[in-house]
């Protein structure tokens, strides 16, 4: 496999260009945002302000006037972004997931060589919540916690990562590549592994492990846990 995390990295730039100017993009036109430049500028404040709020006191205990504060942003200015804070944590996940859906290209499995679609689609995983590191945990941390059909969509969103790589299992054990003979156990493993990446990055920045690093032992992992044969 030739991905590496800087490849990874011009092919995210290529795609989304960056995440300010996805949120941008997606959002827009309902919010009736003309000045691309400003805009994007403008979320880049107030989503850093958001995950540091939300690192220091917590996204539930945050108020919008201490996001305006942090911010800088008078609170009119804020709400011609949001409208309230569930409206925020909805639009960092829905541009999240639209960059997921875009980079992991889990929608492009080919069913042609199953091993090494699943390896690529765990180290994209990896590359891509190390890029987009705050924004995974801050999803991860701290939306389940609000709206109700926020918190499904979110678990919603896990079970389809999750269901994507079983199915690079199961497809690889029929054609005779793999012998896994617990396949849900270890996707279920596999997924949280991706987790594990950015929920504990201090961990591996202790042990100066870094992303290729990180998906060259994930990979190898593979290889014994659903025993692909020689």
């Known amino acids: 496999m030739n991905l590496s995390h800087e490849t990874f ?11 300010w ?15 691309r430049n400003i805009a994007t500028k403008k979320f880049q404040t107030i989503i850093e302000s958001v995950f540091k709020l939300s690192q220091s006191k917590g996204f539930k205990a945050m108020t919008m006037r201490d996001l305006s ?18 409206q925020i944590a909805e639009m960092i996940h829905s541009a999240m997931i639209h960059m997921a859906e875009t980079c992991l290209k889990i929608k492009e499995y080919r069913h042609q060589d199953p091993v090494f679609e699943l390896n690529e689609l765990l180290a994209r995983h990896i590359y891509l919540s190390e890029r987009l590191k705050k924004w ?22 896990e079970q389809f990562m999750e269901t994507a790589i079983l199915e690079r299992i199961l497809d690889a054990n ?50 014994q846990l659903i025993q692909v044969k020689s």
């Open 174 to 223: 029929q054609q005779g590549l793999s012998q896994c003979t617990n396949p849900d156990f270890v996707s279920a493993m596999l997924k949280v592994m991706l987790q594990e990446w950015y929920l504990k990055s201090w961990k591996y920045q202790e042990k100066n492990i870094n992303a290729d690093q990180y998906v060259a032992n994930l990979l190898l992992a593979v290889y």
């Open 69 to 86: 504060q942090e911010a800088g942003i008078s609170m009119g200015g804020l709400y011609k972004y949001f409208a309230n804070k569930n």
């Open 21 to 35: 100017s996805c949120l941008f993009d997606l959002n827009h036109e309902k919010l009736n945002l003309k000045n």
């Open 9 to 19: 990295l011009d092919e995210f730039s290529a795609l989304i260009g960056d995440e």
């Open 136 to 157: 995974f945990y801050f999803v991860f941390m701290e939306c389940k916690s609000l709206d109700r059909d926020l918190m499904d969509t979110i678990i919603a969103s």
